[in-house]
């Protein structure tokens, strides 16, 4: 299949990674129960989809039927009337700004952001609290920028978001002509005022000291918490101190105010930042623009250069032969994700290390392994039952029969073709009634409010299938029901192309490419979405986010790493299963970098500086990451859990697991880390699998023998998978490199099937 997809991939990959057309069109308003076809959808070209029924159009999207629900926010209170009519985003870096009250801050690095119903926003340059269990950072109103009203008394306080992009929002606050770009990674907030409105900058802390320079277009404010701020104006602007707190431009002003903090009060840094006050940008986009290949671009004002900042995976990724680009060492902001380093220009390239998508394992299992797994494989097979009751969560249910398809895999590898079609018929027979719709207790179905599929139970209870209905988790879920469809399109071709059309749809909702610029409308493959793009996947974080329509006073959040690439990665096997290399190569590149950001983010090594030192040495994952938090707890399990910690982070245990935790050393300080943990009375079975199986990697016979003495299994583990995957690792003189059989992570897959556009 890989010589297939390399014969494929030069004509046809760089298709859908070309850059966007820049039109705009606008998803279609909510289908009636018999719609008029929408736009094709925005996953890549495919041949045409097979007829489900009469109503819908050769070339239409496939869609659910149409969700009425009764849980989902109303959209309208915070986004512009123009935004509607497309898909929106529901895992986005400002989503606090679109739920409740809309006043809930959110982190936009360095600052942390948050709008206030009565015309203001406040800017916080955090300080870290942490301690052995968490890291944190506290949002205090270092400034509060906020304008007069205007003449309409009826005029609205709340903001309204005008526009958002990969990497950016504009908010308004129509009542005081104010209007904030607000663009991660970039060192100054920006602020448009309109209609020559009053302003006044307030700050919870003392004002020290107040100066301007001559020409009345910047000022410095220091205060008594050791910060100082910058304030910058695009002409005159006369501002006064007014009390202790207040600061007041009286006269009225018209133009661009920036405002920006001096790192550490350095004031070496202030030159640099008087450089670069006049360049600001107002929005921009991260463009897949070849596999392995992420392109920021961002739409700039004003003149001179693009003063931005980088976080540590930027640094690490960000490639210098291919932009125009000027890396200042030294500029550095503090951040709980590592030091931002200043990055002059106005495009940056990112080429993240690439990944095989395989269906077994690159190494194999040798034939005189196998009896083993064949053994246990038959019994596994046979209890295989799809008239037993079964669970109505749309997430164990997807777990259930994922599982079930690992073993179709695993048969495949160790060449025992007779368990086929008993897995075969049972994958069919619980597959088919969720893509169907004739699975009574729940199912899936279509929202055309924000755009997206959430599933019957989700759509009366917002608790119910882990918040599905209000789109958390939703790769998690998706990713283990498109894992068991791509391997029942590969062992069934024809059962494949019948569902193509579900399946299809089920990937969309997580992996649409379509684009959103300034109004937000989307396109892909040249035509209109039904789904936001990317829903779970931060193009600036390079992780997804899990969280979906729920305000948290810390902003997004994530907890198991692995299942996020499982969803990618099951993304990328309907696309081999399909032959359709554009998906392919689109998964597999938001694959890897999902990889790159758990190693540096979730994986706390021994030693490692990017966390303080106390919360370092206590622990070797982070339970869930946060916008702004880090917690050694998990979602359903207390830090001591220690063997609930690394599970998370590793199931499903998949061929790709061996590039998530390629690095050995790595894992040996994680498993000596939890080892005591599985002293604890009541741990459970399928826990302890998880642990041994990352033992395995450096210690085969040890970790085999105690897999040998469980009694019992993950829901989503098998014996099989367990044996399959301890015989399948390395540890013998024919191993020649201690990277998991993947080239390194860190070195560029040898066996990737995008291998020429990696050099």
Not at 348 to 365: A, E, F, N, Q
Not at 545 to 573: C, I, K, M
Request: proline share 7%.
């Amino acid at each position: 299949m890989l010589k297939k997809v390399r014969r494929k991939v030069k004509a046809l990959v760089t298709k859908p990674f070309k850059k966007p057309n820049k039109s705009r069109p606008s998803r279609p308003p909510s289908p009636p129960p018999e719609p008029p076809p929408p736009p094709t959808p925005p996953l890549p070209p495919s041949p045409p989809p097979h007829e489900m029924s009469s109503s819908r159009q050769r070339n239409a999207p496939f869609l659910f039927p149409r969700s009425e629900s009764t849980v989902l926010p109303d959209p309208s209170r915070f986004f512009s009337h123009d935004l509607l009519s497309t898909p929106l985003p529901t895992n986005s870096f400002f989503q606090n700004f679109t739920l409740k009250n809309g006043d809930q801050a959110e982190y936009f690095h360095p600052y942390i952001i948050k709008p206030s119903p009565s015309s203001s926003l406040s800017i916080s340059y955090p300080t870290l609290s942490h301690n052995p269990a968490f890291i944190f950072e506290a949002f205090n109103a270092d400034l509060t920028i906020s304008g007069s009203d205007g003449p309409d008394p009826h005029s609205r306080k709340t903001h309204l978001i005008s526009s958002f992009s990969d990497l950016g929002v504009t908010l308004d606050f129509p009542s005081s002509n104010l209007r904030f770009f607000l663009v991660r990674g970039s060192p100054f907030i920006t602020c448009s005022v309109s209609g020559t409105s009053s302003i006044t900058i307030s700050t919870i802390h003392a004002v020290l000291s107040f100066s301007g320079n001559s020409s009345s277009t910047k000022y410095t404010v220091k205060l008594n918490n050791n910060q100082t701020w910058l304030i910058y104006a695009s002409s005159p602007v006369h501002l006064n101190q007014t009390g202790g707190s207040s600061i007041n431009c009286g006269a009225g002003f018209s133009g661009i105010l920036r405002f920006a903090v001096l790192p550490d009060s350095n004031p070496d840094f202030e030159s640099i930042l008087d450089r670069f006050s006049c360049c600001y940008p107002i929005s921009g986009d991260a463009d897949l623009t070849k596999p392995f290949t992420l392109e920021y671009n961002w739409e700039k004002r004003g003149y001179g250069d693009l003063l931005m900042l980088a976080h540590p995976l930027h640094l690490k990724l960000l490639s210098t032969d291919d932009c125009s680009i000027s890396v200042l060492d030294n500029f550095r902001y503090k951040s709980l994700d590592g030091d931002l380093i200043g990055v002059v220009g106005d495009s940056w390239v990112l080429r993240p290390d690439p990944v095989s998508v395989t269906w077994h394992s690159i190494k194999g299992v040798k034939e005189d392994r196998r009896e083993e797994i064949i053994s246990a494989l038959i019994k596994d097979v046979d209890a295989l039952n799809s008239s037993a009751p079964v669970t109505n969560s749309s997430y164990f249910y997807a777990k259930l029969i994922a599982r079930a398809a690992r073993l179709a895999l695993i048969a495949e590898e160790v060449c025992y073709l007779d368990a086929i079609p008993a897995i075969r018929k049972y994958l069919k027979s619980m597959i088919e009634p969720w893509l169907d719709g004739t699975f009574e207790p729940n199912g899936f179905l279509h929202d055309p409010t924000w755009g997206g599929v959430i599933t019957k139970q989700g759509a009366r209870d917002s608790g119910a299938d882990f918040g599905f209905g209000i789109y958390n988790d939703h790769h998690y879920h998706l990713g283990y029901f498109l894992y068991a469809i791509a391997v029942m399109a590969k062992i069934d071709p024809l059962w494949g192309k019948r569902y193509r059309p579900q399946a299809y749809a089920l990937v969309a909702d997580y992996m649409t490419l379509g684009r959103k610029r300034k109004g937000g409308a989307g396109f892909g493959s040249g035509s209109g979405s039904v789904y936001t793009r990317l829903r779970c996947f931060d193009l600036f974080k390079l992780h997804s986010w899990a969280g979906g329509l729920t305000e948290f006073a810390d902003g997004r959040n994530q907890e198991s790493t692995s299942e996020a690439v499982n969803a990618y990665y099951s993304a990328a096997l309907l696309g081999l299963a399909y032959g359709d290399t554009n998906l392919v190569a689109a998964a597999s590149t938001v694959l890897t970098l999902e990889i790159h950001a758990a190693k540096m983010w979730w994986q706390v090594k021994e030693g490692d500086t990017i966390y303080p030192a106390d919360f370092t040495a206590e622990n070797r994952v982070v339970g869930v990451l946060w916008s702004t938090k880090r917690d050694s707890g998990l979602w359903f399990a207390p830090k001591e859990w220690k063997e609930c910690r690394l599970g998370i982070q590793l199931l499903p245990i998949l061929p790709v697991s061996e590039i998530l935790f390629s690095d050995v050393k790595f894992v040996k300080q994680l498993v000596n880390w939890t080892m005591p943990a599985l002293g604890r009375e009541g741990v459970g079975e399928g826990w302890k699998g998880f642990v041994y199986a990352l033992e395995s990697i450096y210690d085969k016979d040890g970790a085999m023998e105690k897999v040998r003495g469980l009694n019992g299994h993950d829901d989503g583990n098998s014996l099989s998978n367990l044996l399959w995957w301890i015989h399948s690792r390395g540890g013998g003189d024919d191993d020649d490199d201690d990277d998991g059989g993947y080239g390194g992570h860190d070195g560029g897959g040898k066996y990737c099937s995008f291998g020429h556009y990696c050099n």
